[in-house]
């Protein structure tokens, strides 16, 4: 990344940050701040350490900003959607966490392990409202039936998260999951989000429906990519730079596409696969066997197929001069990223 | 209740299951439907045994109904708003019954003991965004702008139930929660709720705001009033009317109000409370203790204070003709409700 793009996606990062927080102290309530500052601890405002990494990548206000920009708007009218964006995804965190009992994200202690269950679902769900009402900030920026149209279009992608995250954990009980299934649970739990950030962006810059829809298909397609590259890196990735084990994902027997892939097309992995649980010496030998059946490199492919179709969609929606340019860099660097 | 009372409520009762039912309608998912029917189970559509108990008693989208009519509307526009409350009353049950741990709802097992914790998280989160996406259909009926303000005025109060439910699971673990504590909770917890459904009915009748505002506060203090009288009934309700014992809620030591004047007001009654946890013996002994220090009469006298205040507030919206006395008399037989 040179330095130029660096400055604007921290100017953008700062202005996102103080949106959220605003957003989130909404939360605060006659004085008493308890509820709120379970909200800022996973945000990682507060709690121990506070840095950048315990706030995540922000990755989807960031495309709604940019977005924005190429599209021809001013990004600071898209930072109630930006923000709103954010929130519901750290909602889906916080459930999705105590859903999975993991014990840690982005390397601290999850808020269920921290405050207890009943306090963890209460928190998610004062986060998701949070959401909603932060994007209704669009008022005075946009007309009624701008804010109106996006407030849906936001709801109708939470409806289609909750029911990608059905798939999800129905697929944990399951044995016969499909790479088609996996797709059809991609779509809900990844694609929704990064697919109506874009569209907000898009509509935040008041463009036409067409162009809009445009936008939103180049953030599906680019969800779809981002997930199957999580699969990658999952296995694959370097455990320095993403933060957890390349054998994490096979012992927790998660049902990513490269397994899957293994599944209907290697007996070998299968029959390695089938003699749960997963132990280290047993991952190795999966990565193995799934390299040996070409595992990987259809993954890796399927990646890259999406990816060019994402960058061909964004080519038709036509954005414009440098914002263009950043937002296509941007989508590069997040393919190219190592964790 | 007189015949033509009947009718009329026997007819907004059809109404309202109908628009629930559409709105649920939309977990529809491509094809699947797991997730409606987890929903549609809660809902009382669907699971052993369906009947009119299995549904729980609609009080809110009556209201919402109710007070449109009273405020010279068609309650018919009313409905999308009636549903919504109807929708996030029942994400509430959802996830109160995993915070609380609860394993029946209504006669059956709660959709957590059905699905499991993870599923029932989900389903949640699923009940709260149809019921927002229900309300978006007040579209057509009303401008983007009243719309708009329906929508707010709705997440305002989720936002207000999370801060509510907070405090709620907060007390359990507290031993020095006062009155005073207990009103601050019950505002989110109950009032929240039954405030937006005479608000949101005033405004689907395009009342001007100073009357939405007194329909709302006429809802409010009917909450609390409803609060107060769920506490007695708990307590010295009729347990073949109730559904439950009246010793359950001292056995699973609920912070009620009349334990909260005892424990104010009785040091017997302390001392005996502090021997947790109670048995049904001494159930039975705290009920005589609270009697005796008054705990029975503070509480009747203040639910009664509360449905006064209630009424002084309807007067003063000027409730219209036949539609204005149905509200009153929903709003007497309500406090005077046996279960």
Redesign the interface.
């Known amino acids: 990344m040179c330095a130029q793009q660096e400055d604007y996606i921290q100017t953008y990062l700062a202005a996102i940050e103080d949106e959220l927080q605003q957003a989130v102290k909404?939360?605060h309530?006659?004085g008493?701040t308890?509820?709120h500052d379970m909200l800022a601890y996973h945000m990682g405002w507060q709690g121990k350490p506070v840095n950048i990494d315990a706030r995540g990548k922000r990755i989807r206000p960031l495309l709604v900003l940019m977005t924005c920009s190429a599209a021809g708007g001013d990004w600071k009218q898209a930072l109630p959607a930006a923000a709103a964006v954010e929130l519901v995804h750290n909602f889906s965190l916080i459930?999705d966490d105590?859903?999975?009992r993991s014990p840690l994200r982005r390397g601290r202690p999850t808020v269920w392990k921290k405050w207890g269950?009943?306090?963890a679902?209460?928190?998610?769900?004062?986060m998701?409202?949070?959401a909603?009402?932060q994007l209704?900030r669009l008022?005075g920026k946009k007309?009624?039936?701008i804010?109106?149209n996006a407030?849906?279009i936001l709801?109708?992608a939470?409806?289609h998260l909750?029911?990608g995250?059905?798939m999800d954990?129905?697929y944990e009980k399951r044995n016969n999951v499909t790479i088609d299934d996996y797709w059809?649970m991609v779509e809900?739990k990844t694609a929704a989000l990064i697919s109506v950030s874009t569209e907000l962006g898009a509509l935040s810059a008041n463009c036409d429906d067409q162009t809009r829809i445009i936008y939103r298909s180049f953030g599906r397609l680019l969800g779809l990519a981002f997930q199957v590259q999580d699969d990658l890196l999952g296995i694959w990735g370097d455990a320095d730079i993403t933060g957890k084990s390349n054998q994490s994902d096979l012992i927790t027997r998660k049902k990513t596409l490269p397994v899957l892939y293994g599944l209907s097309n290697s007996g070998e992995f299968t029959e390695c696969w089938n003699q749960a649980p997963v132990c280290p010496d047993q991952a190795e030998k999966l990565i193995d066997l799934l390299e040996k059946a070409g595992g990987k490199s259809y993954t890796l492919a399927k990646a890259m197929e999406l990816i060019n179709n994402a960058l061909n969609m964004l080519k038709e929606a036509h954005p414009m001069g440098s914002a263009g340019q950043d937002l296509k860099n941007f989508v590069l660097n997040l393919i190219h990223r190592q964790g």
């Open positions: 909404q939360a309530d006659n008493n308890q509820l459930h105590i859903e999975d269950i009943p306090q679902i209460n928190a998610g769900d004062a998701l409202t949070l909603h009402l209704i008022t007309s009624p039936s804010v109106l407030v849906e709801q109708q939470c409806l909750t029911q995250q059905y954990l129905a059809y809900g």
